[in-house]
């Protein structure tokens, strides 16, 4: 755990860091959010994305070589889905096969497991970093995204069969599901939003987004067709989900690796390992208005949203600096404190 003098000056780094970069939008007060419960989650003291299920009130957490699966609404871990030592990245969620879908992604596989038992069903081949992963529920499919490789694996749930292998043109990062057909991914790799038809597992659009630097996480309101893309460059781009065109460029914390939105509140998020929740609040299709950042913890850069509730989920522990590191390498400058993972839940207020 960071010492008094140690914390005091990340704190004030991250609050002149996210000051700086809200300087060229003026910002408005956030909306109310409290930390209203911590978990402990113990080791592995590694994690990425988390999935949230409406149909259950499921959070799943890739949690090190393991899928930490607990009850969204008490906070009781209820389980685990192991055996995957290359590391877990991400999870889908196929409510209506009674499946979840992770990956292993030094093996280069994906693997479905069974909702009620959480024990693993099937190991799919994949190609090498299996990475992010959504399920498409117009197409039925589950796509994996193959990040350094630039690949797709699509994955037909009924059988756990692959049905397709896509070329992204390119390092890929976190994806979505429109809703309407189309598949969309950060190309970090060349900073742009990959389009795919989802019905003939086909890239048919590269949109580029200028001045983002290494896209990754991606979050879009499926009524306004607005996608939200977070990038390395402290800068969130909004795009028009049918055109491709960039409808804004906002700022946001450092760190970013994880974006939401949410759709009964009209607001985007991106989560920052620096400890800063940014929110931008979705005014109309050509509206966007950044709202001064709520503290979280430091390494909590990985999100989910209760769409319902609004609650925010996210992961983090202690950190120790590591002086031998240079300032430019975040993943090596510090170290974390073992078993000190834990889950936060971070609620709007009451109105």
């Not at 003098?5 to 408005?28: D, I, K």
């Not at 983002?212 to 909004?238: E, M, Q, W, Y």
Request: hydrophobic residues 40%.
């Amino acid at each position: 755990m960071f010492d008094k003098a140690l914390t005091l000056l990340f704190v004030l780094t991250c609050t002149a860091s996210s000051a700086l970069a809200a300087e060229a939008v003026p910002t408005q007060p956030a909306p109310a959010y409290r930390l209203t419960k911590a978990i402990a989650l113990g080791a592995p003291d590694r994690w990425d994305a988390l999935t949230f299920d409406p149909s259950s009130g499921r959070l799943y957490i890739s949690h090190g070589d393991r899928v930490t699966v607990v009850d969204g609404r008490s906070g009781a871990i209820l389980g685990e889905v192991d055996g995957f030592p290359g590391g877990t990245h991400d999870v889908a969620i196929v409510a209506d096969e009674g499946r979840g879908y992770t990956d292993d992604g030094e093996a280069g596989m994906a693997a479905s497991f069974d909702l009620k038992t959480l024990k693993v069903i099937h190991r799919i081949k994949a190609e090498a970093d299996a990475d992010g992963m959504l399920f498409d529920p117009t197409s039925h499919h589950v796509f994996v995204i193959d990040g350094d490789t630039g690949k797709l694996t699509v994955i037909d749930p009924k059988t756990d069969n692959v049905v397709a292998t896509i070329d992204g043109g390119g390092g890929l990062e976190f994806g979505v599901s429109g809703g309407n057909g189309k598949v969309y991914v950060n190309g970090a790799e060349k900073g742009e939003i990959v389009r795919i038809d989802a019905a003939t597992n086909k890239v048919d659009a590269h949109w580029p987004l200028p001045g983002c630097t290494k896209p990754h996480g991606l979050a879009i309101d499926r009524v306004t067709h607005c996608l939200f893309s977070s990038c390395a460059n402290k800068v969130l781009v909004v795009v028009d989900a049918e055109k491709g065109s960039v409808i804004a460029t906002l700022p946001i914390g450092e760190g970013t690796d994880g974006a939401e939105f949410d759709p009964k509140r009209n607001l985007a998020f991106s989560s920052n390992r620096e400890g800063t929740l940014s929110i931008i609040a979705e005014k109309s299709s050509a509206s966007f208005v950044p709202q001064s950042p709520v503290a979280t913890q430091f390494g909590a850069r990985t999100m989910a949203l209760d769409p319902e509730s609004g609650r925010i989920f996210l992961v983090a522990a202690d950190f120790t600096l590591n002086p031998k590191a240079a300032a430019s390498d975040p993943r090596h400058r510090y170290t974390i404190t073992p078993g000190t993972a834990r889950l936060l839940f971070l609620d709007p207020a009451p109105r």
